[in-house]
C-alpha cells in the first residue's frame, strides 16, 4: 500500500508558482526520490493545483494530481449542476473532454510514463465517477494522473516545469475554466442524463420493466468496441403499435418507444436477426448513455440482471435445491459449493445470487445460457426421467418467479417453443425489426400442446441468508495491507486471489470494478461479521455510498472510481475462490 507520508492530501499550505519553479530547478538532475518535496498545493492565477502523491520510480504508476477551480472560475451555467442527474451528466461531459485532451496534451519523453497524463474518462455509460467532480454552488475538482519526467532515474526538472507550469494550466483552461464550456453541449449531456433518470424512474408506474425509445440505435460498432453501429445499414428501433407507449422526460418532453411489460417476456426470430442486440441494449439501461450513444433513451429498471452459463466459475454454499437437487455422490444442492461449476450449476448459483441481492427482473440470452438450464423437452423427458435429471429447468420455474415472487424474465429464445405457454408477451425480431406475437404465440401453443410434464416438485422459496466470513476476504499480499489491482476491466487482483469477470456483463467501466475492489475491503474491515448476511452487507455499501460519495471507498481519493450497483458488489464477493460463509 502507499505509505501515509507520500500523501499530502489535508496539509493545508498553498505554495506560490515562483516556488514550485525553483523546486524544480533545484532538484533537475537529482535522484528521482526528489520529487517527493513537490507534493503538496500549488497556487495558480485561478486554480489549485495539488500534488497529491508522487510516484516512487518513473515506472510505478503515475502521480497523482487534481485542480480546484472556483464556480466564478468554472463558469457553469447554474442549470447544469441543478439537480444531482444533470451534476452527474455535466460532470461526465467535462471528464470525456479533459480525457481526450489529456491524450492530446502528453509528452512523452524520457523514461517510464514521463510525461504521460491520464484522466480516467467515461466510456458510453454515464454514471457517477471520481475524475470531475462538481460541488453544489458549482466548483470543479478535477484528479488526473501525471507521470513525472525522468532521465533514467533523475529528475528531469525542466521537462516536469514544462508540463506542470504550461500543459496542465493549459488543459485546465481548455477543458474546465469558463470560456472552454460550449453551453449547448454541456446542456445536452445534463439534460440527456436528467431525462434518463426520469424516464427509468417512471417504470414501475408503468408496470414497465424496459422502455426502448423509437430511433434508438442499439447495435455496436464491434463485439468489443461499445461505441454505436454507424452507416446506412443500421436500422433504428421502431416499436409495434401494440406495445408503444410515452413517457414524460423533463427535457425532451414526450418519448415514445416499446415498453417491456413486467412478468414473462419472449424476444424470439431467427438467426441474426438482432434479438441478443436488443437484450444488451435493455441490460445496458441499468445505466444512462453519452448523447449520442443510440440508448440515451432506453431504460431499464435498476435491478435487472443479466444472468448466464458460467462453467468453472465457484460457488460457495449457494441453495441451488429450486433448480437443481439429487446430484450425483448425494451432493447436497441446498447447500452447494464447488470450485468448478457446470453450466447449468453455475446458471442456478448466480440466479440464487441475484435474488438473494434483491434482484427484480432476470435477463438471459439463449447464446450465453445453458440448454439443459433452460429447457427439458417431452422426448428427453420420457428417455431421461426426472429420477435421473437433478435439473427442474427454468421453464418450469419462470412463471413462478413472476407470480409468486414478482420477478419478471425477459429471455432471448429463438430455438425453443416450451417457453411460448408461459410468456405474457413474446416480442419478434425480424431484420432488426420489432413485432409483438404474444397472440400467435399463444394460438400456436394451444395448437401444439408441448406434452410436457412440470418438473418443479416443491414451491420456490427465496434463499436464506448467506454471512460471508471476513477473514476470507483478504485484501492482503505481502507486505501490504491492500493490494488491488485492475490489469484488465474484467479482472480483479483482490490480495492474492484473481477473481475473474468476464461474465460479469454489466460491468461496464474498469472503475467500477476498483470501486468494487475498495468496497470489499470496506466490507472486509467494518461491515461483515458474525451473523451479518451478504445482502446486509450490500445495502451497508450502498447507503454509505449514496451518502458519502464514492470516496468514502478509499481515503486517497483518487480520480478512477466509478458507481457500481449492489448486484456487482455482490457477484464479485461470491466468485472470491477464498470466500467461506458462516
Ligand atoms: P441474433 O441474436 O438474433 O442472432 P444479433 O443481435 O447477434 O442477432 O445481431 C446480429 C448482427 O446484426 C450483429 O452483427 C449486430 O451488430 C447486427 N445488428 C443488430 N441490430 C441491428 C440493427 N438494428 N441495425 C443494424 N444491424 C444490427
Ligand atoms: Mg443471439
Same mark, same amino acid.
Not at 414524460?248 to 417491456?260: E, F, I, K, L, R
Not at 467501466?509 to 461491515?527: E, K, N, P, W, Y
Not at 449514496?546 to 466468485?575: C, K, M, Q, S
Given at each position: 500500500?502507499?505509505?501515509?507520508?507520500?500523501?499530502?492530501?489535508?496539509?493545508?499550505?498553498?505554495? #506560490?508558482?515562483?516556488?514550485?519553479?525553483?523546486?524544480?530547478?533545484?532538484?533537475?538532475?537529482?535522484?528521482?526520490?526528489?520529487?517527493?518535496?513537490?507534493?503538496?498545493?500549488?497556487?495558480?492565477?485561478?486554480?489549485?493545483?495539488?500534488?497529491?502523491?508522487?510516484?516512487?520510480?518513473?515506472?510505478?504508476?503515475?502521480?497523482?494530481?487534481?485542480?480546484?477551480?472556483?464556480?466564478?472560475?468554472?463558469?457553469?451555467?447554474?442549470?447544469?449542476?441543478?439537480?444531482?442527474?444533470?451534476?452527474?451528466?455535466?460532470?461526465?461531459?467535462?471528464?470525456?473532454?479533459?480525457?481526450?485532451?489529456?491524450?492530446?496534451?502528453?509528452?512523452?519523453?524520457?523514461?517510464?510514463?514521463?510525461?504521460?497524463?491520464?484522466?480516467?474518462?467515461?466510456?458510453?455509460?454515464?454514471?457517477?465517477?471520481?475524475?470531475?467532480?462538481?460541488?453544489?454552488?458549482?466548483?470543479?475538482?478535477?484528479?488526473?494522473?501525471?507521470?513525472?519526467?525522468?532521465?533514467?532515474?533523475?529528475?528531469?526538472?525542466?521537462?516536469?516545469?514544462?508540463?506542470?507550469?504550461?500543459?496542465?494550466?493549459?488543459?485546465?483552461?481548455?477543458?474546465?475554466?469558463?470560456?472552454?464550456? #460550449?453551453?449547448?453541449?454541456?446542456?445536452?449531456?445534463?439534460?440527456?442524463?436528467?431525462?434518463?433518470?426520469?424516464?427509468?424512474?417512471?417504470?414501475?408506474?408503468?408496470?414497465?420493466?424496459?422502455?426502448?425509445?423509437?430511433?434508438?440505435?442499439?447495435?455496436?460498432?464491434?463485439?468489443?468496441?461499445?461505441?454505436?453501429?454507424?452507416?446506412?445499414?443500421?436500422?433504428?428501433?421502431?416499436?409495434?403499435?401494440?406495445?408503444?407507449?410515452?413517457?414524460?422526460?423533463?427535457?425532451?418532453?414526450?418519448?415514445?418507444?416499446?415498453?417491456?411489460?413486467?412478468?414473462?417476456?419472449?424476444?424470439?426470430?431467427?438467426?441474426?436477426?438482432?434479438?441478443?442486440?436488443?437484450?444488451?441494449?435493455?441490460?445496458?439501461?441499468?445505466?444512462?448513455?453519452?448523447?449520442?450513444?443510440?440508448?440515451?433513451?432506453?431504460?431499464?429498471?435498476?435491478?435487472?440482471?443479466?444472468?448466464?452459463?458460467?462453467?468453472?466459475?465457484?460457488?460457495?454454499?449457494?441453495?441451488?435445491?429450486?433448480?437443481?437437487?439429487?446430484?450425483?455422490?448425494?451432493?447436497?444442492?441446498?447447500?452447494?459449493?464447488?470450485?468448478?461449476?457446470?453450466?447449468?450449476?453455475?446458471?442456478?448459483?448466480?440466479?440464487?445470487?441475484?435474488?438473494?441481492?434483491?434482484?427484480?427482473?432476470?435477463?438471459?440470452?439463449?447464446?450465453?445460457?445453458?440448454?439443459?438450464?433452460?429447457?427439458?423437452?417431452?422426448?428427453?423427458?420420457?428417455?431421461?426421467?426426472?429420477?435421473?435429471?437433478?435439473?427442474?429447468?427454468?421453464?418450469?420455474?419462470?412463471?413462478?418467479?413472476?407470480?409468486?415472487?414478482?420477478?419478471?424474465?425477459?429471455?432471448?429464445?429463438?430455438?425453443?417453443?416450451?417457453?411460448?405457454?408461459?410468456?405474457?408477451?413474446?416480442?419478434?425480431?425480424?431484420?432488426?425489426?420489432?413485432?409483438?406475437?404474444?397472440?400467435?404465440?399463444?394460438?400456436?401453443?394451444?395448437?401444439?400442446?408441448?406434452?410436457?410434464?412440470?418438473?418443479?416438485?416443491?414451491?420456490?422459496?427465496?434463499?436464506?441468508?448467506?454471512?460471508?466470513?471476513?477473514?476470507?476476504?483478504?485484501?492482503?499480499?505481502?507486505?501490504?495491507?491492500?493490494?488491488?489491482?485492475?490489469?484488465?476491466?474484467?479482472?480483479?487482483?483482490?490480495?492474492?486471489?484473481?477473481?475473474?469477470?468476464?461474465?460479469?456483463?454489466?460491468?461496464?467501466?474498469?472503475?467500477?470494478?476498483?470501486?468494487?475492489?475498495?468496497?470489499?475491503?470496506?466490507?472486509?474491515?467494518?461491515?461483515?461479521?458474525?451473523?451479518?448476511?451478504?445482502?446486509?452487507?450490500?445495502?451497508?455499501?450502498?447507503?454509505?455510498?449514496?451518502?458519502?460519495?464514492?470516496?468514502?471507498?478509499?481515503?486517497?481519493?483518487?480520480?478512477?472510481?466509478?458507481?457500481?450497483?449492489?448486484?456487482?458488489?455482490?457477484?464479485?464477493?461470491?466468485?472470491?475462490?477464498?470466500?467461506?460463509?458462516?
Amino acid at each position: 500500500m502507499t505509505s501515509i507520508d507520500n500523501f499530502s492530501r489535508g496539509d493545508g499550505t498553498v505554495r #506560490d508558482l515562483p516556488q514550485l519553479e525553483a523546486l524544480l530547478r533545484s532538484i533537475d538532475g537529482r535522484g528521482y526520490k526528489s520529487y517527493k518535496d513537490i507534493a503538496g498545493k500549488w497556487s495558480f492565477p485561478d486554480f489549485v493545483l495539488s500534488i497529491d502523491h508522487v510516484q516512487g520510480d518513473p515506472f510505478a504508476a503515475p502521480s497523482r494530481l487534481h485542480v480546484e477551480l472556483t464556480a466564478a472560475v468554472a463558469g457553469l451555467p447554474s442549470s447544469s449542476y441543478r439537480s444531482p442527474s444533470r451534476t452527474r451528466g455535466t460532470a461526465a461531459c467535462l471528464a470525456a473532454r479533459f480525457a481526450a485532451a489529456a491524450r492530446r496534451a502528453s509528452v512523452p519523453s524520457g523514461s517510464g510514463r514521463s510525461g504521460e497524463i491520464r484522466m480516467a474518462g467515461p466510456g458510453q455509460q454515464v454514471i457517477v465517477q471520481t475524475a470531475v467532480l462538481i460541488a453544489a454552488d458549482g466548483a470543479i475538482e478535477a484528479r488526473f494522473t501525471l507521470g513525472l519526467p525522468a532521465e533514467g532515474r533523475r529528475v528531469a526538472g525542466q521537462a516536469a516545469g514544462r508540463l506542470l507550469l504550461r500543459a496542465v494550466p493549459d488543459l485546465v483552461h481548455r477543458t474546465l475554466s469558463a470560456d472552454a464550456h #460550449d453551453p449547448d453541449e454541456v446542456e445536452r449531456w445534463a439534460a440527456t442524463n436528467e431525462d434518463a433518470d426520469a424516464m427509468r424512474a417512471a417504470l414501475p408506474g408503468e408496470a414497465l420493466v424496459a422502455f426502448v425509445a423509437d430511433g434508438a440505435s442499439l447495435p455496436r460498432r464491434t463485439g468489443i468496441d461499445d461505441r454505436p453501429l454507424e452507416g446506412p445499414e443500421v436500422v433504428e428501433f421502431q416499436s409495434p403499435a401494440s406495445l408503444r407507449v410515452a413517457l414524460d422526460t423533463p427535457n425532451a418532453g414526450v418519448v415514445s418507444g416499446m415498453g417491456v411489460p413486467e412478468g414473462v417476456t419472449l424476444i424470439v426470430g431467427g438467426g441474426f436477426h438482432g434479438k441478443s442486440t436488443l437484450l444488451r441494449g435493455l441490460q445496458s439501461g441499468v445505466y444512462n448513455h453519452r448523447p449520442g450513444d443510440g440508448r440515451e433513451q432506453v431504460v431499464t429498471v435498476p435491478d435487472a440482471v443479466k444472468i448466464r452459463a458460467e462453467d468453472g466459475r465457484s460457488v460457495v454454499r449457494v441453495d441451488i435445491s429450486a433448480f437443481i437437487d439429487n446430484l450425483p455422490l448425494a451432493r447436497d444442492t441446498q447447500d452447494f459449493s464447488t470450485p468448478n461449476a457446470s453450466g447449468s450449476t453455475s446458471q442456478a448459483a448466480s440466479i440464487v445470487e441475484a435474488f438473494e441481492a434483491g434482484v427484480s427482473a432476470l435477463f438471459v440470452d439463449e447464446d450465453t445460457a445453458a440448454t439443459n438450464f433452460m429447457i427439458r423437452d417431452r422426448r428427453m423427458q420420457e428417455l431421461v426421467p426426472k429420477a435421473g435429471e437433478p435439473i427442474t429447468p427454468f421453464v418450469d420455474r419462470v412463471r413462478e418467479l413472476f407470480d409468486s415472487h414478482g420477478i419478471s424474465s425477459i429471455l432471448v429464445l429463438g430455438g425453443s417453443g416450451d417457453y411460448l405457454d408461459v410468456a405474457d408477451t413474446v416480442i419478434a425480431m425480424n431484420s432488426y425489426e420489432v413485432t409483438e406475437v404474444t397472440q400467435e404465440a399463444h394460438e400456436v401453443a394451444a395448437r401444439n400442446p408441448t406434452g410436457r410434464r412440470v418438473e418443479s416438485t416443491a414451491p420456490l422459496v427465496l434463499p436464506t441468508p448467506r454471512c460471508p466470513d471476513p477473514h476470507s476476504v483478504d485484501p492482503r499480499r505481502g507486505r501490504r495491507d491492500v493490494s488491488i489491482r485492475v490489469p484488465d476491466p474484467s479482472t480483479l487482483l483482490f490480495g492474492e486471489h484473481e477473481v475473474d469477470l468476464s461474465a460479469l456483463e454489466q460491468l461496464v467501466d474498469r472503475g467500477q470494478v476498483t470501486a468494487i475492489g475498495q468496497a470489499m475491503v470496506l466490507a472486509q474491515d467494518s461491515l461483515m461479521g458474525t451473523g451479518k448476511p451478504l445482502a446486509e452487507v450490500l445495502d451497508a455499501i450502498e447507503k454509505t455510498v449514496a451518502e458519502e460519495g464514492l470516496d468514502a471507498l478509499d481515503w486517497r481519493h483518487p480520480g478512477d472510481l466509478v458507481g457500481f450497483r449492489r448486484y456487482e458488489l455482490g457477484a464479485v464477493i461470491n466468485r472470491l475462490r477464498s470466500l467461506r460463509v458462516l
